[in-house]
């Protein structure tokens, strides 16, 4: 018997002022490792993730996370039940240290050591800046610290949006293998553009069209097809040598 998804999406229409961004996405995301969300720049990808959080509300149809119903709920009961965001623009406080926005993100108390043991063990860079102000940080020390926030506690599931953009490949390369690291202890949905990163350490895959999901299936049939790269997508993905 097939593992129930630990986050479903069933019919879900989502509506901005007057327009309206998702129409009638059906999504899953499977207990454990990466599910990536792929599509063009206004597919819908990020109002997808928006509205899992609440950010947005659902007009019509049913997000359930591990079994029971979230579409409706606050944004702080649904991070209550185990879910964290990352959005694209990392929302980290410039003014305050990298400590003191982890001391934030705990909101249980003081971050408990094995957490910040395995914080360190992703990045260790963060031992270096631990003590500086966020906003003078590079891009990918940004992302670093905004990663860490989200998995300061224990999560279910995280929802990261495209973690990647801007940064330098060898930044990209250092987050491959902390992701990979990460997806051992948690769920992530990620939303990301960089094909290389995301075909790296996604194992599922969706792919999002004028706010409908036009295709799910698994990464490494996507990452090795390119006439369906070209058809889904509107060009090939692959990897030049």
Request: charged share 20%; hydrophobic share 45%.
């Amino acid at each position: 018997m097939a593992e129930s998804p630990l986050l479903s999406l069933e019919g879900v229409h989502t509506h901005i002022g007057q327009y309206h961004i998702l129409q009638g996405v059906d999504l899953s995301v499977p207990q454990g490792g990466v599910t990536v969300l792929l599509g063009r720049n206004g597919a819908g990808k990020t109002t997808a993730l928006r509205t899992v959080m609440g950010l947005w509300k659902p007009s019509r149809g049913t997000i359930h996370f591990d079994g029971t119903k979230i579409s409706g709920l606050d944004t702080p009961d649904i991070a209550g039940a185990g879910i964290a965001y990352v959005p694209e623009s990392m929302a980290v406080f410039a003014d305050l240290t990298v400590e003191e926005n982890m001391i934030l993100a705990a909101r249980s108390g003081p971050i408990a050591k094995d957490r910040l043991d395995r914080i360190f063990t992703l990045f260790p860079a963060m031992r270096t800046f631990w003590r500086t102000p966020a906003g003078v940080l590079s891009g990918g020390q940004k992302q670093m610290v905004a990663i860490s926030r989200a998995i300061c506690e224990p999560r279910r599931l995280i929802l990261i949006d495209e973690p990647t953009k801007g940064l330098a490949p060898a930044i990209i390369e250092a987050m491959i293998a902390a992701f990979r690291e990460l997806k051992r202890e948690t769920s992530i949905l990620l939303v990301e553009q960089n094909f290389r990163f995301a075909s790296a350490i996604g194992d599922s895959v969706h792919v999002m069209d004028d706010g409908k999901i036009v295709y799910s299936g698994m990464m490494a049939e996507l990452k090795g097809n390119a006439t369906l790269q070209t058809r889904l997508l509107g060009l090939s993905l692959e990897p030049t040598h």
